[in-house]
Nanobody, 119 residues
């Protein structure tokens, strides 16, 4: 199983970016999908999550600005980030809780994608 994240980059304050994460491999089903981020010198924090039923949850710091979504058929999760602030600068990681073809319930991490918000 692999997770491939993409979509990071540099943007000015107030701008937007869309992150994508694709899961591939021997996957039977996908449960909760999440985005985490880690800024320099800080602990990794949960940004947003979406369950298999579509229920979403957001960190207070991103509510109203970020939107998480998923495409179950494509095994992808997205993070639409609007009204970006310098404090959103971090490496963003996707995180997926899935069931493999062998019936194992495992959690996988993507490789991380850098988001930089600066004027």
């Amino acid at each position: 199983v692999q997770l491939q994240a993409s979509g990071g980059g540099s943007v000015q304050p107030g701008g937007s970016l869309r992150l994508s994460c694709a899961a591939s491999g021997s996957i039977s089903s996908i449960n909760t999908m999440r985005w985490f981020r880690q800024a320099p010198g800080k602990q990794r924090e949960l940004v947003a999550s979406v369950t298999s039923g579509g229920a979403t949850n957001y960190a207070d710091s991103v509510k109203g600005r970020f939107t998480i979504s998923r495409d179950n058929a494509k095994k992808m999760v997205y993070l639409q980030m609007d009204s970006l602030k310098p404090e959103d600068t971090a490496v963003y990681y996707c995180n997926v809780d899935l069931i493999t073809h062998w019936g194992l319930d495992l959690v996988y991490w993507g490789q991380g994608t850098q988001v930089t918000v600066s004027s």
